[in-house]
């Protein structure tokens, strides 16, 4: 399926790949390290980048440094989310230690844990960027809402990047 792009898309994305190409893998682990992302992370992000190289059309393209990127700018814009949902995954990651029945609920604290961990971490990011949050359980599902529409326009941009390359000749 080859879609017909806009000289909008097609513009995007040479400015996407145009920063992608512009930053090495050094300064993006200086970066992530800025950032405060663990170096287990960090690796996973280079090996990312390495492993995602692919020839489209006879033209490299660098679908995992334009996905890392697209990371780091969501990061950027939602610092707090980020970490509280790193934080609240590592805390759900520990129902894994119980005895018996760890590895039955670990995946369930660990979700539980990142939600939570996000939820919070972008209520401080709206309070930082001076918006209110509603309270009681309408505030926090507008928040996951919120969070949602965030992270899957994310991943449309990811996904249209590679699309739209792969649909250009």
Known sequence: ??????????MGL????SNSKRTTMEERYAEFKALGLPSEITTAF????????KTVAG???EIGKIMIDQIIVFIKENPNMATGAAIGAAVGALGFLIP??????????TVIGAA???VTGH????RNKGEQSSVGIQGVMEDLITIAKAFFKLLADIFKA????KSVS
Do not use: C, H, N, Y
Request: positive net charge; glycine residues 10%; without cysteine.
């Open 59 to 61: 033209k490299s393209i």
């Open 46 to 53: 280079t090996e990312m980048s390495k492993k995602t190289a």
């Open 1 to 10: 399926m080859t879609a017909t792009l806009t000289v909008q898309q097609q």
């Open 14 to 17: 040479m400015g996407m790949e």
């Open 162 to 165: 590679i699309i739209d390359q």
């Open 123 to 126: 209520r401080i990011d709206k």
């Open 100 to 109: 018996f029945i760890g590895p039955v609920i670990g995946p369930l604290t």
């Open 116 to 118: 939570l961990g996000g």
